[in-house]
């Protein structure tokens, strides 16, 4: 049978090849190490020589502006500028004594402002034009420094300032960078050539010569490394053989170290295999000589008892303690899985650590933790145990990759003890408290913002008896009087009192019954015991879906009341007011309209009578007095409707080219008169019929042809009318009146349109008029969304512009004069008149005109109706009278319809005879039951019309309406 190999040839012959591949793979690394790094350093040697040139051209450049700078601020230097006379006796030992580089030839030069040289140290420079024009227009014309590093030397001229202007400039120039830069010593060979390639500057010229190209320098061989420097090149030149002779040399060494360090471990593993097999073998023979102790002498039987007694007891002891550890780990398996579970279950991240900071157990909270955290877990651990080294407990501040924010864990450390009460290691527990953290952030936000907040705001607890109060912020305070301490845990029923409204307090106990919300005012009391009107917004707060509490927003609205209470009496007021005024207007127009009617009625009743032509001529005065003193009232009602709110803008359709075409054959006549020439223009774009209020359009234009007409006197009148569609389809009316009158001034035009205003009082007393004409259109013209203008000369006439929105209308729906389906006229016929109207003159009037009829007076509506009721003849048409005593024509018309004048009046026409013309008026007749409306004064034959018209109508029970 074969011997097996010794431990020793083992460990050799598994170790030998593993130990070879070792050495084999270090010393390639550390040979491509080596040679990384002296390639590198080579390269941050080029790169330091390359910088290091830089700073001393820097260097150079600057640190000689700044000298030539400071010694152009000398008072030698500027004396000389100024002081031409002395300047020879000292100018030039100061220029002998300049020296400001190491170079050998430095030429120094002072220049006036016109660039003449004053004097100079050594100067021979030839320098080219471009050069010299550049420092001279910077230096010179533009008072900066200048510097110039090229094939042409190195020139530095600085301002010589006086005042702040250059009055001259002091030059230094040196005929190469070769000179300046020789002196300072050089880590590499270093090259300086300008954009050409021309070499400026060679620290070796054996190398590359100063002055050569540097595009002939056969480069192989070389490691280069350069960098720009405004318009030149800085290079570092190194041959490449002497990175490799360093890298050879390094090789070398380390080749020589990895020898050395093989040698070393073949030793120590021979070493180690012969130790292991001394020692095996020991034990090995002693078991073996235990076994066999029959065989020995009784001297070597008791030494080898005595020494296998002793490695036999601590084999033994080994055996024992290894067979006690197996029956104990077999005790901590069994539980493990409980423990584990235990450890696991914890809300706590928990870690445990022996004396050498080793971590024995993490549970995986900490785990989960550690991989939330930047760095590796045993990074993590020595942080927690650095900051927690002199306290049990602390605080800290960790962030969060995943949610990246900060989260802040409460750690605590125990220490760990066995059954002795030995020291075996640490144990760290830690509680994640951000979230309880950013809760209590949110809730000391939250507080501070309800106790800030300005207005008051209180919360109470419904679920506990009496419903108390649990918080108050300052503003509660400042509103009641109460503070926290008095008002907390008692209930809001403190402030109230006998003016509080009971039936408020219930809504709000309903509401708080059935949890909903509620917002209300009532009157509550301060501390100090003034009301105050509260108003109260009571929101029901949830949690888990259940009312527990409700938060209340309180706001002092006396003021607001108080306010509100104060506008609701001046709407009242002003309702009256205008009320009042309404009524005002309405009996005055009744008071002025009667008599003029029965002024007018007499003058049209003395017409139809016989008269001498004298008598007609007085007539017609009186006719002429009567229209002027009409429109002069209407002009002071209308004003006073617009005022008033009473004037009521009609929106029916008419016919406008009808409308001007009737102006214009009315105001013809008056231009024919006078001698005037009267032009209409019209450009409708084929709209001639629109919606609109005719009568008004009507009366604007006639005011301004009858100012045209009445202020001039000789040339022309034109009008111009025009309408334009706007892009929602209402159409704008442009109308224009220009004549050749008297004009108005320039200072006068802005007060034009003003109440009762004219040019001047000569134009009052000459021309006559109240002034409110042009106003009354100006506010017709803005009831009608338009705008009324003026352009005047004096003594060359004027224009009157002005426009009112339209809408389109189409022509069928134009009503005409007293034509209806089922009308039917008969002509010729005496008809049955009740006239009701409280003045005789006016009753005189109209029987007078319907002096061809049958007619009946009577002196209110309680006359009519005893008459309608007893007179056995049936009327056809009543004619009321709207103000009357007892009752007034609208509650008799009424009463009639309701059939207290009998069935066979239910339907009789009733026209409004009414001296009134305020807004409401035709509506309150159509109200009535009235059928049609007769404004005072009326003329004789519109009278007779109607009377015809109505009386000669067959009517059904339904009909009734105004026209």
Known sequence: MQQPPRLRSLLLSSMLPRLVLLVAVLSIILFALSFHFIVKQTDQL?????????????????????????????????????????????????????????????????????????IDKNWNAVIPESLSSAW????????????????????????????????????????????????????????????????????????IAPNSSFSDFDDSGYAIKKADWQNLTLYSVKPTITAYREAAWTGIVLLAMIVGF????????????????????????????????????SDDKISLRLDSEVEAQELADIREAFDKLIWDLTEVSLSNEQFSNVLESMGDMLVVVDQDKQILLSNKRF???????????????????QKLASSQSNELTHFSVSTGQERFVHWTKTSLSDANGNIRGDIYVGSDETEQRSLESHVKVLTHAMDEATVSIIISDIKRVGQPIIYVNSAFEEL????REEIIGHNCRSMQGDETSKQTVDQIRKAIAVREPIETTLLNYKKDGSAFYNRLNLTPVKINGEVTHYIGFQQDVTQQRQTEQYLQDAREKAEESARLKSSFLAS????????????????????????????????????FSIQGLLHIVNDILDFSKIEAGQLQIEENPFDILESLENLQSQYAIMCQEKGLALHFHFDLQGFHVVQGDDVRFRQILSNLLGNAVKFTDSGCIEVTTSIQQNA??????????????????????????????????????KFGGTGLGLSISKQLCELMGGDIKLESVKGHGSTFSFTIMLEQADEALLKPVHHSSGVKREKGKKRKVLIVEDNDINQVIVKQHLNNHTTLSAKSGLEALEAL?????????????????????????????????????????????????????????????????????????????KVEHWASIERNSEESAVH
């Open 262 to 297: 093989v040698f070393i471990i073949l030793h120590m593993v021979s070493m180690t295999g012969t130790l292991a097999e001394r020692t095996l073998s020991t034990l090995y023979n002693d078991i073996k000589n235990r076994l066999n102790s029959d065989e020995l002498n």
């Open 480 to 483: 009641t009087g109460y503070s």
């Open 588 to 623: 005055m127009s009744h008071e002025i309209r009667t008599p003029i009617h029965g002024i007018s009625g007499v003058l049209q009743l003395m017409a139809s009578s016989e008269l001498t032509e004298e008598q007609k001529h007085y007539l017609s005065l009186a006719k």
């Open 367 to 385: 785990d989960d933790f550690c991989h939330d955290q930047y760095g590796e877990k045993n990074g993590i651990l020595k942080f927690i145990m």
């Open 136 to 207: 001279r227009q910077q230096t010179l014309g533009s008072s900066n420094a200048y510097s110039s590093v090229s094939k042409y030397g190195v020139l530095i001229s600085v301002p010589v300032l006086l005042r702040g202007v250059a009055e001259g400039a002091l030059v230094m120039y040196v005929d190469s960078l070769q000179s300046l830069l020789a002196p300072y010593p050089r880590l590499t060979n270093q090259l300086v050539t300008d954009s050409s390639g021309h070499v400026l500057f060679s620290s070796e010229p054996s190398l």
């Open 46 to 118: 080029q790169q330091q020589s390359v910088d290091g040139l830089e700073q001393d051209i820097n260097y150079i450049v600057s640190d000689t502006t700044r000298q030539l700078a400071d010694l152009a601020a000398n008072d030698i230097i500027i004396n000389s500028l100024v002081d031409f006379e002395q300047r020879d006796n000292y100018l030039p030992m100061f220029f002998r004594s300049l020296n400001l580089t190491q170079a050998k030839s430095v030429e120094f030069a002072l220049f006036d402002f016109a660039g003449n040289r004053v």
């Open 869 to 945: 009721n007893k007179m056995k003849v049936t009327f056809d048409v009543v004619l009321m009278d709207c103000q009357m005593p007892e009752m007034d024509g609208f509650e008799a018309t009424k009463r009639i319809r309701n059939g207290e004048a009998g069935e066979r009046y239910l339907n009789v026409p009733i026209i409004a005879l009414t001296a009134n013309a305020m807004k409401g008026d035709k509506e309150r007749c159509v109200n009535a039951g009235m059928d049609d409306y007769l404004s005072k004064p009326f003329d004789a034959i519109d009278l007779i019309d």
């Open 728 to 765: 929602d389809n209402s159409l704008k009316l442009l109308c224009s009146v220009k004549d050749t009158g008297i004009g108005i001034a320039q200072d006068k035009q802005s007060t034009i349109f003003d109440v009762f205003t004219q040019e001047d009082l000569s134009t009052t007393r």
